[in-house]
């Protein structure tokens, strides 16, 4: 089941915001990430705030099984969007066009082309759109087909993320993956036809019994769609999944911490050889065209707004989250009051803390003056011990290595001194 929910101060009945918010927001990018949190099935080593028929007390069979729990996901999100612009545009006199729109979940693509249509344009009502504004969409292969991308790419989606994870039958079976082993590279295909900008393929690595050669199988397929993005992510065996039971009853191994950073290695070997350049330590891209900007505004703790049941959000160092269950999210909109759950003001210390712990993760690197001067000399041994970069160093930029990168979250703890 998806994991709890932070706790935090209350969030007001009307979604206003503390002034910190407002300071500098004219100046500011703003981003939405749309949550969908329905899906056909449950993965195994899934804990995402996500829903299926049956857990949702509907039934699973019959093409409209889901259709009321859709429109009332839909009636809240166009709802919310009108909040965001109720509460936004009031700290400031300048209208604030949207840069990055992400819908995600769950599986959007499982909605249909319609309601996700419908959010766009009630994003567009209200703030507009920057003229170059990336907006992208998650989709799962097998709810994917010509006529779905057509109408996205109409509506104005211009990014395709596919849930790849693996090329092997083995490996998609362990993880419960209802797609088959070729169809997201069938779908990636029609997405480059149907005229989709910007395409991503993820994958999972370090599943239990997964081989070198299968991982190696499935770089090679990804390099051969040719797609101008990759994510790799090593399994992480989340608390209260279905996973985690059958690794604690011995079913299945725990993922071994050395295979995944030699997995990881491979990853990056075949990526850069490809012609991509890691500019996330779990993301490649082939030009700085293709990154995924919405993405990187949570890396480095820009703007954003989170629509829908459990999204999070951010918006001038305040930190706030819906409530989970989407009955409970759609009611608080039908009676026209915030979702949010809780929130938390960060001050400039907490700021700074988040700013290293996440930026470091990126290419770019971080600047020498943002570390204590206890975090100072951590950076110093860091460069000793080959998991930052001494040229970039000395030129005031903490850069990680490729040996930092299998390391970067303890080496950012370190760095926090």
């Not at 729109?101 to 759109?129: C, D, K, M, N, Y």
């Not at 907006?135 to 709810?143: K, L, Q």
Request: glycine residues 10%; charged residues 20%.
């Amino acid at each position: 089941m998806p994991s709890t929910l932070p706790e935090g101060d209350p969030v007001a009945v009307d979604g206003s915001l503390p002034d910190q918010a407002y300071e500098g927001i004219a100046e500011r990018g703003l981003g939405f990430y749309i949550h969908v949190p329905f899906c056909a099935t449950r993965c195994g080593y899934c804990d995402f705030n996500t829903y299926t028929a049956g857990e949702l007390g509907m039934p699973t069979t019959g093409a409209h099984r889901t259709n009321s729990a859709i429109d009332s996901w839909l009636a809240g999100a166009l709802a919310e969007i009108d909040l965001a612009a109720k509460v936004l545009h009031t700290g400031s006199s300048v209208r604030r066009r949207v840069s990055t729109v992400f819908v995600g979940g769950g599986t959007p693509s499982l909605i249909g082309a319609g309601p996700l249509t419908a959010v766009l344009q009630r994003i567009e009502q209200r703030f507009g759109l920057a003229d170059n504004a990336e907006v992208s969409t998650e989709a799962n292969p097998e709810s994917t087909d010509p006529a779905l991308l057509a109408g996205l790419r109409e509506a104005g989606y211009t990014r395709l993320s596919l849930g790849m994870q693996s090329v092997s039958p083995k490996v998609l079976a362990v993880l419960e993956r209802n797609h088959t082993p070729g169809k997201a590279l069938e779908v990636a295909a029609q997405a480059r036809a149907a005229g989709f900008e910007h395409l991503n393929l993820d994958l999972i690595y370090g599943t239990p019994g997964e081989t070198d050669a299968e991982f190696a199988e499935s770089l090679q397929a990804v390099i051969e769609a040719q797609v101008d993005h990759v994510s790799a992510y090593s399994l992480i065996v989340e608390p209260g999944t279905k996973l985690a039971r059958q690794v604690k009853a011995g079913l299945l191994p725990m993922p071994d911490d050395d295979v995944l950073a030699d997995r990881y290695l491979l990853a990056d070997r075949a990526l850069s050889e490809a012609g991509m350049r890691w500019y996330e330590v779990s993301n490649w891209a082939t030009n700085d065209d293709a990154q995924c900007r919405h993405n990187l505004s949570y890396w480095s703790s820009g703007d954003w707004w989170g629509i829908g049941p459990g999204a999070h959000s951010h918006v001038g160092g305040v930190r706030w989250w819906n409530v989970k269950h989407p009955a409970k999210y759609a009611s608080a909109m039908a009676e026209g009051v915030s979702p949010g759950y809780a929130r938390e003001v960060l001050d400039g210390k907490a700021r700074r803390v988040e700013r290293i712990l996440l930026g470091l993760r990126l290419a770019a690197g971080l600047p020498s003056d943002l570390f204590t001067e206890a975090g100072t000399v951590e950076a110093g041994h860091a460069v000793r011990e080959g998991l930052l970069e001494p040229a970039d160093w000395e030129r005031g930029r903490a850069v990680l290595t490729l040996q930092g990168r299998l390391l970067a979250d303890g080496l950012a703890i370190r760095l926090l001194d």
